[in-house]
């Protein structure tokens, strides 16, 4: 997949808006039940976006010019991955999400963590990351997965 990678700016916040709500409505179901994803997609406000974008380090994911996928870290921690429903299953989440850890490999944390919705646990595990701790109270996964071997 030839994506290309780049920081997100000020100006691409409605499109990760859209992209993170797509993905959510139309990708976690039917693992995740529709109420809950509905819940969980109506939790961020497009003035949320753009508090995202200024606190987070957003990168997004181009093909052919479109941003099809998006990603947010912060230190050690990723902090959401979204890829547009109608580039699902292409390797938008995976190469983002290869590139997010080769960022914070580089920067020398020697893990990363984050905390999976419940749809999304198994893409993390297949990928290397390990449960990290209890379900959450909202119902999320904490996972890690080593960076430096
Ligand atoms: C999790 C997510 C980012 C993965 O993005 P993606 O670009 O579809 O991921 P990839 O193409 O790299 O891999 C998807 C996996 O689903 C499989 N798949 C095949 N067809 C698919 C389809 N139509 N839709 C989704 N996944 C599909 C892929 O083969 C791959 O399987 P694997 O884990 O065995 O390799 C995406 O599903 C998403 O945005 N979900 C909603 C938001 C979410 O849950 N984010 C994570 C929050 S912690």
Redesign the pocket.
């Known amino acids: 997949m030839g994506a290309v990678y780049r920081l997100a700016m000020r100006e691409d916040a409605s499109r990760l808006y859209d992209i993170r709500r797509r993905?959510?409505l139309e990708?976690?179901p039917p693992t995740m039940p529709k109420a809950e994803a509905k819940a969980w997609a109506t939790k961020l406000t497009p003035s949320g976006m753009e508090r995202k974008l200024r606190e987070l380090e957003i990168w997004v994911a181009e093909l052919d010019g479109i941003v099809v996928?998006w990603g947010a870290i912060q230190g050690d921690t990723l902090e959401?991955?979204?890829?547009a429903p109608e580039?699902?299953?292409?390797?938008?989440?995976?190469?983002l999400l290869g590139m997010l850890e080769g960022l914070m490999r580089d920067r020398e944390f020697p893990s990363v963590h984050?905390?999976?919705?419940s749809?999304?646990r198994?893409?993390y595990l297949?990928r290397g990351y390990r449960a990290s701790g209890p379900q959450t109270p909202e119902g999320a996964w904490p996972i890690a997965k080593e960076l430096l071997a």
């Open positions: 993905s959510i990708l976690a996928g959401g991955l979204y890829a580039f699902a299953g292409q390797g938008v989440g995976a190469g984050a905390e999976a919705s749809n999304a198994d893409f297949r």
